[in-house]
């Protein structure tokens, strides 16, 4: 009985050890096929972006190109000022970002640690401002930034996109602080430490990950903004990458090519942002532990 038992143990590791293999399989598969419909927009924009008109019109969108031909990239680089949108659009991501994150992390200090009245109302407020169409925001917005001589300026997009990211910020981490240690901010407390003492050098280290997250998904969310740049931004040299895009398929629907030129130099900053920071991004936007 005993070696049948010793002979039958290894039998069912290694059945198990090869379902689990094929299983890893499977969900790599998956992957790859998701991978694979993720960077086929891309793909395609490159594809077009080099061909020219007449090979465009010969096989379609779908085929690779029979010619290479950067003469699209070129007059969209120029006749855009590519440089100075992209310019812009660095500016006003990062600075709405660093905005955002402060913003965000002194209401949710607020809500959180120091557990204001009205803290939970205060939320169900942010949440309810996420919620509300950017196009009922405009119209108010608009007639504010031009009574206070801020219209057709880039520092009344900063302001406007980064008070709308703090809702989301605040609401992610009032819930983050809510769970905050109290005992370490009682023994800051006992060594006389003030408020802002206790915010920028106990509870800021601990968060540098989340607040790393939370700025980078600020950063892209403001680069692919589109209506607000749109509205507030009426001078050429104030746009953004993303206006420049939707002026250029608007005004030249009938040049495919331009606009595969202008989708892929519009994601190629944002796919090399993703890459620089894409550690940061898998870290999570939760803090598991606490040094």
């Known amino acids: 009985m005993a070696v049948t038992s010793a002979i039958?143990?290894?039998a069912v590791s290694v059945h198990h050890s090869q379902k689990k293999?094929?299983?890893r399989w499977v969900v790599l598969a998956i992957l790859l096929v998701f991978l694979a419909g993720t960077l086929f927009p891309f793909f395609l924009a490159a594809f077009n972006a080099i061909k020219t008109p007449s090979d465009y019109a010969a096989n379609g969108p779908l085929a690779f190109p029979h010619s290479f031909d950067l003469t699209a990239l070129k007059n969209f680089w120029m006749n855009v000022d590519f440089p100075r949108k992209l310019f812009n659009s660095i500016l006003i991501s990062g600075c709405t970002a660093i905005l955002a994150v402060v913003l965000s992390l002194l209401n949710a200090y607020a809500i959180g640690i120091g557990r204001v009245r009205g803290g939970?109302?205060?939320l169900v407020i942010l949440l309810i401002s996420i919620m509300a169409p950017q196009?009922?925001?405009v119209y108010p917005l608009y007639y504010m930034s031009k009574q206070v001589g801020l219209f057709d300026s880039m520092l009344s997009v900063i302001l406007i996109i980064g008070v709308l990211h703090t809702a989301f910020g605040t609401y992610l981490l009032s819930s983050?602080?809510?769970?905050f240690p109290r005992e370490i901010i009682e023994a800051a407390q006992i060594d006389n430490a003030t408020r802002w003492q206790i915010l920028w050098m106990v509870i800021v280290p601990v968060l540098r990950p989340t607040l790393a997250v939370l700025a980078t998904f600020f950063f892209i969310w403001t680069w692919n903004e589109f209506l607000?740049?749109?509205v507030f931004l009426v001078s050429n040299n104030n746009q953004t990458v993303s206006v420049a895009m939707g002026v250029l398929s608007g005004a030249n629907t009938q040049e495919p090519t331009a606009i595969a030129a202008a989708s892929l130099l519009g994601i190629t900053?944002?796919?090399i942002f993703f890459l620089i920071f894409q550690r940061t991004l898998t870290r999570g936007v939760a803090v598991g532990a606490v040094k």
């Not at 983050?176 to 769970?179: D, I, K, Q, R």
């Open 120 to 122: 939970q109302v205060m």
């Open 8 to 10: 039958s143990a290894p």
């Open 228 to 230: 607000i740049p749109l």
């Open 21 to 23: 293999g094929i299983g």
């Open 176 to 179: 983050v602080l809510a769970t």
């Open 135 to 137: 196009e009922a925001l």
């Open 269 to 271: 900053p944002t796919v």
